[in-house]
């Protein structure tokens, strides 16, 4: 690291030798790519921009404006809402004066709010707008440190008592005032004293488990990794992303934050939260980031536009895109395939596989991520069949993201890839895999016991996943490393593996498999309700909910048919065979954030559900065929219902062990 | 500091100045009488709306309160008494007219224009307020241009204050309903009315559709000081957003006041629970 440390005390040159925080990098940018895009921003109707030189401006100002309000070196500030430029700006005007942002889940509730809040210490809190505001006014006296809570948008505000309250706009203006009268030397001297090694923001991890954790990060962490990624995928200040991830989340930090300053590339802040997919289009990001549940929508929109096509052009789209799946990713990974193929992929892209990636603002995409969760096979290939560069990575928040990713050309649907630069990895002999890179956080906020606990002294973290490395070096996860369980006859349990075979049906949005300690496996299934519907209209199958529509004879029996070819998938490997799936039931309502039984990341929260349905549980292994329950629900405005239904259990043929078949083919 | 649109910037509405202070009365309704043929449909009726108030106007179905809504925005012609807003008193009026003397409203029954998109509804409201002539709508560069560059800006700030942006190019028939009474409301406040009647904005709404809308009249109130009459079936929606309320039964006013004065009037209660006088 010591190639990275600079001279101190001369301000005008900060930024020329190879920045190592993000203050740093700003005024960098500012002087490498002063008129290139920086920032862009759709704003009734209209896409503004900010280049990096007004970026400059717009920050100092901003962050010199905190200064007078009495932020110093070490204080916490919260950063609420979603993708707006200017709580992007809050990350670097909070750490060009040696602060540390925590930015939090606009959407946690009061509650979860609070004790994040309590435990950062915050001691200004950045909100978007009045809702934000108001949830943290709400929590009153329980925020001992809080001092100023500063908004982007007034709507609604301006009546608020403004004694601790203040615009952004006001911020700015003071710091404006600021830099007129006396300069900008103190600031600058400020960023000269920041150094990689220092604190550069703490995540608070979403927390399938107990409470959430904040995990540190330095500068070195965050710089070094985004570095690193640039260099992997060869992206440089002509990218083009768009900010619409959760600003907590580790992946965005990286991506709209990190390697939007490391890089010098330009991130769009789409106009509101449902606007995202007509703002991609505008946009047509070179570089795009998804957990797997955004490709798996957007496949199933266009799945479901395409059976209400006219029949031409059903045709049509049916006929190429089974010739992409043929020859289209042997072409995007660069291949030999034949003239006539080749010819052929041509017309296609022109009439069926252009026009899908403009619909879906793909058509500049230079590469794509998926991470977060295994990606179904069929949807991966789709999308790769289409001459898009999508690939998949596995990452974690304590890693500053980049554990593995594919490198280009070595793309498989069902491995994460090899590590990524600087990064090591090994499996213990219970399949976890560890870890230790430049990334590797520095622990965990207040909680060394924690941080005892996931790093070991000599810098491995363990990820507390069970995975391995295939014949190419190609690592390969199966299931959180605690999840992995045994049958009582002793074969291996992976319910994730399972579960995630399931949920490759369109038809099937979630799926909790159980097993573990008991004699069979057995599910709870969600259905999708943005494809079923479309079937049922179809059909001309009248429902009035959700409840009522998943607990139709014909859904159920086409549930069936799909868990019967996972069974099939299962008794086809050697491993799983014995955990094929003996009785299901489909769900009377959907999983839901709100009622606890996902994560703000939409993953299962298993014990939660083993507790809540306790009832349906001992009715899949006491043999019933039927069960009446009742379950409480929080709707969205935090009133709670209740929704009762009788819920069919349904039994499944075994399947023969065929792995000793298919091994002799 | 750049020349960038923010959001700490609130809208504000561009119509002029009327000279009327906040509680100054915006509207006074005097004795009117309306009747079609032998139907009394209002009798006697007198109140006032004051600038800057939520005043709601309630009542048992068939009691009067649409009828008193398209007396004030010029569609019917009472036989008796006057009307004066702004200090003006009124003549015979047509619905244009009070159109252009700042009065806007919405519908029991929605009424936009289906097949056009959300953004072109919202531009219709602004007719109103477009002043270049056929001649140079129909050559539309230049002038006309200019105007209609105007107009799309408000129109936007509209789209942005009612968090319509997504379905800004949808046709407004392919929306649920909840939607369309949102855009009809934004319709409406594209013209920038002084006075804003609503018409049961919240009928056939659900629970979380009339926490939404009740949110947007109190912003309206709030943030561009519109002045806003509105009828309401729900009683509870009423008595939260209202400043005043004035209750109407078979074509009389029958009680005037505040929320909770009107809560206990025991006319009010009567027409409500249908009590017979005769028994006392």
């Given at each position: 690291m010591n190639a990275r440390v600079q001279s101190v005390g001369n301000p005008a040159s900060i930024g020329n030798s190879e920045p190592d925080t993000f203050p740093k990098y700003l005024l960098h940018n500012a002087?490498?790519?002063?008129?290139?895009?920086?920032?862009?921003?759709?704003?009734?109707?209209?896409?503004?921009?900010?280049?990096?030189?007004?970026?400059?401006?717009?920050?100092?100002?901003?962050?010199?404006?905190?200064?007078?309000?009495?932020?110093?070196?070490?204080?916490?500030?919260?950063?609420?809402?979603?993708?707006?430029?200017?709580?992007?700006w809050t990350f670097c005007a909070v750490q060009a004066l040696g602060g540390i942002p925590v930015p939090v889940y606009a959407d946690s509730v009061a509650e979860e709010m609070v004790y994040v809040l309590n435990h950062a210490e915050v001691k200004f809190a950045i909100c978007q707008d009045q809702e934000q505001v108001d949830k943290v006014l709400s929590m009153g006296d329980e925020l001992a440190s809080l001092q100023k809570i500063i908004y982007d948008e007034i709507r609604g505000l301006r009546d608020y008592d403004h004694t601790d309250l203040h615009p952004i706009d006001g911020v700015e203006a003071l710091g404006e005032a600021e830099y007129e009268s006396n300069g900008e030397t103190l600031w600058l001297e400020e960023i000269a004293k920041g150094k990689g090694s220092d604190l550069a923001a703490i995540l608070y991890t979403s927390g399938t488990?107990?409470?959430?954790?904040?995990?540190?990060?330095?500068?070195?962490?965050?710089?070094?990794?985004?570095?690193?990624?640039?260099?992997?995928?060869?992206?440089?200040?002509?990218?083009?992303?768009?900010?619409?991830?959760?600003?907590?989340?580790?992946?965005?930090?990286?991506?709209?934050?990190?390697?939007?300053?490391?890089?010098?590339?330009?991130?769009?802040?789409?106009?509101?939260?449902?606007?995202?997919?007509?703002?991609?289009?505008?946009?047509?990001?070179?570089?795009?980031?998804?957990?797997?549940?955004?490709?798996?929508?957007?496949?199933?929109?266009?799945?479901?536009?395409?059976?209400?096509?006219?029949?031409?052009?059903?045709?049509?789209?049916?006929?190429?895109?089974?010739?992409?799946?043929?020859?289209?990713?042997?072409?995007?990974n660069g291949e030999s395939v034949s003239f006539l193929d080749r010819l052929k992929y041509k017309i296609g892209d022109l009439l069926v596989y252009g026009p899908l990636k403009n619909r879906m603002g793909f058509t500049r995409l230079k590469v794509g991520y998926t991470a977060g969760e295994a990606i179904g096979p069929e949807i991966f290939r789709f999308y790769r069949s289409l001459g898009l560069n999508l690939k998949q990575l596995y990452g974690q928040t304590e890693a500053s993201v980049y554990i593995t990713a594919q490198p280009d050309g070595e793309i498989r649907a069902d491995t994460v890839g090899r590590p990524s630069p600087e990064v090591e990895i090994r499996v213990e002999d219970n399949g976890e895999v560890l870890y230790r890179s430049p990334g590797v956080f520095v622990g965990y906020y207040k909680n060394d016991d924690a941080t005892a606990e996931t790093k070991t002294a000599d810098g491995w973290v363990h990820t507390g996943d069970a995975g391995f490395f295939d014949q190419e070096g190609h690592l390969k996860i199966i299931d959180r490393a605690r999840d992995v369980g045994k049958l009582k006859s002793g074969a291996l349990f992976a319910p994730k593996y399972i579960e995630n075979k399931l949920k490759f049906f369109p038809n099937i949005k979630e799926a909790v498999a159980f097993g573990d300690d008991r004699d069979f496996c057995a599910v709870f299934i969600n259905i999708d309700l943005t494809s079923v519907a479309s079937w049922a209209e179809r059909n001309n199958i009248a429902y009035a909910s959700y409840q009522e529509l998943a607990q139709h004879a014909t859904v159920y029996k086409t549930v069936e048919e799909h868990v019967d070819q996972v069974n099939r998938d299962l008794a086809s490997e050697e491993m799983m065979a014995a955990s094929q799936i003996r009785r299901f039931l489909i769900l009377h309502k959907e999983l839901d954030a709100d009622d606890g039984e996902l994560t703000r990341t939409q993953k299962v929260r298993r014990s939660f559900i083993a507790e809540r349905y306790g009832e349906l549980i001992d009715a899949l292994y006491d043999g019933t065929t039927e069960k009446y329950v009742e379950t409480e629900v929080t709707f969205e405005d935090g009133r709670k219902g209740k929704i009762s239904a009788t819920v069919e259990i349904r039994d499944m043929e075994m399947h023969e062990h065929s792995y000793s078949k298919k091994a002799a083919e | 500091m750049n020349m960038h649109i923010t959001r700490s910037q609130e809208l504000r509405m561009t119509r002029p100045d009327d000279g009327l202070n906040k509680g100054d009365p915006l509207l006074v309704v005097d004795d009117i009488s309306l009747s079609f043929g032998g139907v009394k449909a209002i009798t006697d009726i007198s109140f006032d709306i004051k600038k800057g108030e939520i005043r709601a106007i309630i009542g048992p179905n068939g009691a009067g309160k649409t009828s008193m809504l398209n007396v004030i925005n010029g569609f019917y012609h009472p036989q008796e008494g006057t009307i004066t807003f702004r200090g003006n008193k009124r003549s015979r009026m047509r619905p244009h007219e009070a159109a252009n003397q700042g009065i806007a409203r919405t519908f029991q029954n929605i009424a936009l224009f289906k097949g056009m998109s959300v953004l072109d509804n919202l531009m219709t409201g602004r007719i109103t307020l477009m002043k270049r002539n056929l001649f140079w709508q129909s050559i539309w560069r230049g002038p006309a241009e200019q105007e209609e560059l105007e107009h799309r800006q408000a129109v936007e700030h509209i789209i942005d204050f009612l968090e319509i942006e997504s379905i800004r190019k949808t046709p407004v028939g392919r929306l649920p309903y909840g939607l369309q009474k949102r855009v009809e409301l934004g319709r409406a406040l594209a013209a920038e009315p002084a006075l804003l009647l609503l018409d049961e904005p919240m009928a056939g709404m659900n629970l979380e559709e009339k926490e939404d809308m009740s949110r947007y009249i109190l912003d309206v109130n709030q943030q561009f000081g519109t002045t806003i009459a509105l009828i309401e079936h729900d009683m509870g929606v009423v008595m939260d957003l209202s400043d005043r309320v004035v209750v109407l039964d078979y074509g009389r006013k029958i009680g005037d006041g505040s929320p909770d004065e009107v809560r206990n009037n025991q006319d009010v209660i009567d027409a409500y629970l249908g009590v017979s006088h005769d028994g006392e």
């Open positions: 002087r490498r790519f002063p008129s290139r895009p920086a920032m862009r921003h759709k704003t009734y109707g209209i896409w503004q921009s900010w280049t990096w030189s007004e970026l400059l401006n717009d920050i100092r100002a901003y962050s010199m404006g905190l200064a007078a309000l009495g932020l110093k070196k070490g204080d916490k500030v919260a950063i609420i809402g979603q993708n707006r430029p200017r709580l992007y488990t107990g409470r959430p954790k904040g995990v540190m990060l330095s500068y070195d962490n965050l710089a070094i990794s985004a570095s690193n990624g640039n260099a992997f995928d060869h992206l440089t200040e002509k990218e083009e992303t768009i900010a619409y991830l959760p600003l907590a989340w580790v992946g965005d930090h990286i991506f709209s934050y990190a390697q939007h300053y490391t890089a010098g590339y330009c991130v769009c802040c789409p106009e509101s939260p449902e606007t995202v997919d007509s703002d991609r289009r505008e946009i047509a990001p070179t570089y795009f980031f998804a957990p797997p549940r955004v490709f798996e929508n957007l496949l199933t929109a266009i799945m479901v536009r395409m059976e209400d096509a006219g029949r031409i052009k059903k045709r049509m789209f049916d006929h190429f895109m089974e010739h992409a799946r043929k020859v289209g990713e042997s072409i995007l | -």
